[in-house]
């Protein structure tokens, strides 16, 4: 894709002018810590930032270090987790966590092709951790990054794939300060969603999320919430107090004792 210099100059200009005026004050924009930034970008896979900046604090504040959450119990980090959904990235963090204490002496590496052997931590994420972290000049795409790079070079264009926008992100990258060119990046895609038709529907890579009620991550988000709000639930009681069919709710408790969410002791369902 031949893109002139001139273009690629006025791009990153554009974007950096309007960081400097709209940048937003974000709590884990304002640490290096590398435990509080994989914290945060685990978080902020498939949720809002809005909830995100809400329950980081609380997730923090409760669990400071790498050590904290390795030790906590699957009940103790589930019921902090409760309004965020998608729960086993709560576990996969415990279970990361294990990790970085046991095989890396509590240091998280900064090497993308090793993070991505951790839990929970796919290429993107290992690259926005190197970044944000470590301030290493990696090459990834999350949605708001795909969504201003669809939004400048790709405008008409369909099923455009993330292998013709990669790069583009690497020729534009500001190497030396990496951390903050990919929050100007992210804070332009933002004000992208609030100004223009999501460009994001020209990926070849968009999924419409499908609804939320009726679906089997709602009935998982209820019965965990109700089995952690009582400590144990009689596999009755769960049937009396969701609204759901039995046999849905039947399905989702053995998914929930196969995946280690759950323990079934007779009729008795508690948390691992």
């Given at each position: 894709?031949?893109?002139s210099?001139?273009?690629?100059?006025?791009?990153?200009?554009?974007?950096?002018?309007?960081?400097?005026?709209?940048?937003?004050?974000?709590?884990?924009?304002g640490?290096?810590?590398?435990?509080?930034?994989?914290?945060?970008?685990?978080?902020?896979?498939q949720?809002q930032?809005?909830?995100?900046?809400?329950?980081?604090a609380?997730f923090i504040?409760?669990?400071?270090?790498?050590?904290?959450?390795?030790?906590?119990s699957?009940e103790?980090?589930?019921?902090?987790?409760?309004?965020?959904g998608?729960?086993r990235?709560?576990?996969?963090?415990?279970?990361l966590?294990?990790?970085?204490?046991?095989?890396?002496?509590?240091?998280?590496?900064n090497?993308?092709n090793?993070?991505?052997?951790?839990?929970?931590?796919?290429?993107?994420?290992?690259?926005s951790?190197?970044?944000?972290?470590?301030?290493?000049p990696?090459?990834?795409?999350?949605?708001?990054?795909?969504?201003?790079?669809?939004?400048f070079?790709?405008?008409?264009?369909?099923?455009?794939?993330?292998?013709d926008?990669l790069?583009?992100v690497?020729k534009?990258l500001?190497?030396g300060?990496?951390?903050?060119?990919?929050?100007?990046?992210?804070?332009?895609?933002?004000?992208?969603?609030?100004?223009v038709?999501?460009?994001?529907?020209?990926?070849?890579?968009?999924?419409?999320?499908?609804p939320?009620?009726?679906?089997?991550?709602?009935?998982?988000?209820a019965?965990?919430?109700?089995?952690?709000?009582?400590?144990?639930?009689?596999?009755?009681d769960?049937?009396d107090?969701l609204?759901?069919?039995n046999?849905?709710?039947?399905?989702i408790?053995?998914?929930?004792?196969?995946?280690?969410?759950l323990?079934?002791?007779?009729?008795?369902?508690?948390?691992?």
């Amino acid at each position: 894709m031949g893109i002139s210099k001139q273009k690629l100059s006025d791009f990153k200009k554009t974007i950096w002018d309007y960081y400097k005026k709209n940048k937003r004050d974000l709590p884990w924009r304002g640490t290096t810590d590398p435990y509080k930034i994989v914290v945060s970008e685990v978080m902020l896979q498939q949720t809002q930032v809005a909830r995100v900046v809400q329950k980081y604090a609380e997730f923090i504040k409760v669990f400071p270090t790498f050590n904290s959450l390795a030790v906590a119990s699957k009940e103790e980090v589930l019921r902090l987790w409760q309004g965020m959904g998608y729960n086993r990235r709560a576990l996969y963090l415990k279970a990361l966590s294990t990790i970085v204490i046991d095989d890396h002496k509590g240091r998280l590496p900064n090497e993308p092709n090793i993070l991505m052997k951790l839990p929970a931590i796919g290429s993107a994420t290992a690259g926005s951790i190197a970044a944000f972290a470590f301030n290493k000049p990696t090459v990834f795409l999350e949605t708001n990054i795909r969504r201003v790079f669809l939004h400048f070079f790709f405008q008409g264009k369909k099923q455009v794939s993330d292998k013709d926008i990669l790069p583009l992100v690497e020729k534009t990258l500001d190497k030396g300060r990496a951390r903050e060119w990919y929050w100007a990046l992210m804070d332009y895609g933002t004000l992208l969603v609030k100004t223009v038709q999501n460009p994001n529907r020209n990926s070849k890579h968009y999924v419409r999320q499908s609804p939320f009620s009726g679906s089997d991550r709602e009935i998982r988000g209820a019965i965990l919430k109700l089995v952690l709000s009582k400590g144990r639930v009689h596999r009755k009681d769960l049937s009396d107090s969701l609204s759901y069919e039995n046999k849905k709710i039947t399905f989702i408790l053995n998914v929930l004792v196969k995946e280690g969410f759950l323990v079934k002791n007779s009729q008795i369902y508690t948390v691992q």
